[in-house]
């Protein structure tokens, strides 16, 4: 048995005061007689889009068409369909690096999440950010942090807002196993509970900080456990199936709403290393073949077949569609221009300040780079 198996076998929740309760078995069977059959489809479409789209990115990073830091979220697309379903138009989601998947999810289009990656003007981010850094206001979607940790006290900011201006919504704040461990993760979570702010903490436990183990880098490896000080409502749901996770955000939704700041450990496996470029030395065959097992796009589409909600035929459909929408997503980054060499400080800031360099200085920057004549 692997060790995030394990994790997932025991279970268990803490309650607002901080007392440790057995969780709900999240191994128990859906009755997807009583799912809307469409729905479901689309969840499966969803998690095929993001295994694609990520499988080609790891692609283009390798021809050198993507530059910079590269995060995959392969092997985590039930836990990032899980969270995005549940959510509604009106919350904020902050996240991690790891983010494409979410944002795929929350409605962008692949395009111009490929356009961000390339570094073109057609980006989400408009070629600004990269791979790290995507970003959407019309979505809510507030970016992906490259500072791990960084996004914590975002969040909290505007789960603090939404109270304040009495607005519905409540604030995602997606991130890895290892920022559990940081400063900004305990005053935030301190100050989410003194104000009764609407934040859920949706941690992505795939298992490995970087290349280290969760046991080896947190003194308590049952991570939602890390509200207990704070007499914080903590759950450990299994992030291989899509519908376990959907239904826990669900629920910890209806409590944020509620003043009831939470957290939701969702225990995953990420297929690939760290990043692109990490072979993952550190795991055994055996531990991956065990991870690459209990594949969560495949398990899916095995479950829809059980059901007869779908046939071969819908799967091979599917399929192609999903193919030809990644590849259209590819060549249109491709073709996409490269962001204005005078626009280089545009968007240093959010608002007009006095005295920010211009075209003339980002002209002459380029020049002394050796990339402007």
């Not at 607002?16 to 689309?42: R, S, T």
């Not at 111009?112 to 970003?135: D, I, P, Q, W």
């Amino acid at each position: 048995m692997g060790k995030v198996d394990e994790q997932l076998r025991q279970s268990l929740t803490t309650d607002a005061d901080g007392e440790m309760q057995q969780a709900a078995p999240h191994y128990a069977p859906h009755d997807l007689a009583k799912e809307d059959p469409e729905q479901l489809k689309h969840y499966y479409y969803m998690m095929l889009l993001m295994r694609r789209f990520e499988e080609r990115t790891g692609e283009m990073y390798t021809k050198a068409k993507i530059g910079g830091y590269c995060h995959l979220n392969l092997g985590e697309e039930a836990t990032v369909m899980g969270l995005m379903a549940a959510m509604q138009p009106e919350d904020y989601i902050y996240t991690n690096y790891r983010e494409h998947g979410y944002m795929l999810a929350r409605g962008a289009d692949p395009g111009a999440v490929m356009a961000e990656l390339f570094g073109k003007e057609t980006g989400v981010s408009r070629g600004r950010g990269g791979s790290m850094h995507l970003f959407d206001r019309k979505s809510n979607f507030m970016g992906g942090y490259a500072i791990v940790g960084g996004q914590i006290p975002l969040a909290l900011g505007a789960a603090f807002a939404l109270k304040y201006k009495g607005e519905p919504g409540v604030a995602f704040c997606q991130m890895g196993d290892g920022t559990t461990n940081i400063g900004a993760w305990h005053e935030s979570l301190n100050m989410a509970k003194l104000y009764a702010v609407p934040l859920v903490a949706f941690i992505v436990n795939n298992g490995y900080g970087m290349g280290t183990t969760v046991e080896k880098g947190s003194a308590e490896p049952d991570l939602y456990k890390k509200g207990c000080a704070f007499r914080m409502f903590g759950e450990r749901v299994n992030g291989k199936d899509v519908l376990a996770v959907r239904d826990a955000v669900r629920r910890h939704r209806e409590m944020a709403l509620n003043g009831e700041p939470t957290i939701l450990e969702c225990v995953s496996y990420r297929l690939r290393g760290h990043s692109v470029v990490d072979p993952a030395r550190y795991r055994s065959e055996e531990e991956v073949r065990a991870g690459r097992s209990e594949d969560p796009v495949q398990m899916f589409a095995k479950d829809l077949l059980d059901a007869q909600l779908v046939a071969d035929a819908w799967l091979k459909e599917t399929a192609d569609r999903v193919e030809d929408e990644v590849q259209k997503a590819i060549d249109f980054a491709e073709q996409s221009p490269d962001p204005d060499i005078k626009e280089l400080f545009t968007y240093m800031y959010a608002t007009p300040v006095a005295n920010t360099p211009g075209a003339e200085e980002a002209l002459a920057a380029a020049r002394e780079a050796g990339g402007e004549h």
